[in-house]
Structure formats: C-alpha cells, structure tokens
C-alpha cells in the first residue's frame, strides 16, 4: 500500500465524501500520519488545472471538493434533484435514518449494500435528514431524520413512527453483531 498510497488516499476521500481526519486516514490505510501528511502535502502541489476536484487539507482533515468554477453547473443539477420525487434508493436511505438514527453512513452503506454518499447529500440539501455526532465517536458522522422530516410525515419524534420498536430492535441486534456474523 505504501506505493499507492496518494492513490489511496484520493480514492478513500472520493468514496467519504466529506472531511476525513489524517488520524483515520493513517488508521484506514495502516501507516502513520506522518506519511499521511506527506503524501497529502506532495497531492495538493500536484497541478490540477485539468481536474474539476480540488483538495482541501486544514484543521488535522482533507477532503476532495469541487471546484468554484463549476459552482453554476453542479447547482442547477441540484436544483432539478430537488423538483425530482424521491428516487426508490432515497427512500430506501431515508426510511434506515428515520428508525435506525443517529446512524453512521458505514451501518448505513452496510444495510443498502451500496455506498450511500451522493443519497446522503441529496437528503440533506433536501432537508430531511441532518448530520451530528454521537458520544464516543466525535470525528464519525452520524445521521438522523431532521424536525422537518418528522413534521412533514406528522409525528413528534422518530418513536412516534410505525413499528419504531421492532426496527430499533433489529438494529441492535445488528450493532452487537461481531465480524464473524455472529450475535454478541
């Protein structure tokens, strides 16, 4: 991995979607953040005249952002999702939100199969989900259905949903899960 590890690195803030600390980076990629740090410092003197991403590293994290030039494009796109109805997949993310939240795009990539980013973002450019943090886990993202979400559907909280128990039941059996498949 050490070879590939700019590789690395672009292709796990690519798929994160977000800021990631240079800790979890090191962590992920099993080096130490010195490398990290390296590695990170010789992409961002790489020209990307030609790219439309750029790399943002501040405050111990890095993502990869668009750039501001193709801020009028990626809004209109925006702006045609945001008239468009809930795509199946949508509603798919935001039902596992709605009874399982806070829950971490991981548990939520997990459940869908599939990597959950771009749905994410839709939602909360949307409104109907919000982003926050979970005791224990400050540097992990966690997400949860928003008030407005709650108000639109017409309960006061996500235990006022249908079957609220059975689904939060599920998803703790799923938490205590261990890496062999087996329950706790």
């Known amino acids: 991995m050490a070879d590939n590890i700019k590789a690395a690195l672009e292709a796990l803030l690519f798929v994160y ?11 992920l990629l099993q080096t130490d953040e010195a490398a ?8 961002s003197t790489v020209s990307s005249a030609d790219r439309g991403l750029d ?4 405050d111990g994290g890095a993502a990869l952002v ?18 468009s109805e809930l795509t199946p997949a949508s509603m ?3 039902s596992i939100i709605a ?3 806070p829950v971490s795009r991981a548990e939520i990539d997990y459940i869908r199969g599939v990597n959950s980013s771009f749905i994410l973002r839709s939602l909360m450019v949307r409104g109907l989900i919000e982003r926050t943090s979970e005791v224990g886990h400050p ?3 966690f997400y949860q259905a928003s ?13 006022d949903l249908p079957d609220y128990p059975k689904y939060r039941e599920l998803i703790t059996k799923l938490r205590q899960t261990d890496e062999t498949g087996e329950v706790k």
């Open 55 to 58: 790399l943002v590293v501040r």
């Open 147 to 159: 008030f407005d979400f709650l108000r639109h559907v017409g309960v006061n909280a996500a235990t």
């Open 139 to 141: 540097n992990t993202p």
């Open 92 to 94: 798919e993310a935001l």
């Open 17 to 27: 979607g977000e800021p990631i600390k240079v800790k979890k980076l090191a962590g």
């Open 99 to 101: 009874y399982l939240g």
């Open 66 to 83: 668009t750039k501001p030039e193709f801020g009028e494009m990626l809004k209109q796109i925006v702006k045609e999702e945001l008239d």
């Open 36 to 43: 990290i740090e390296n590695a990170l410092r010789e992409m």
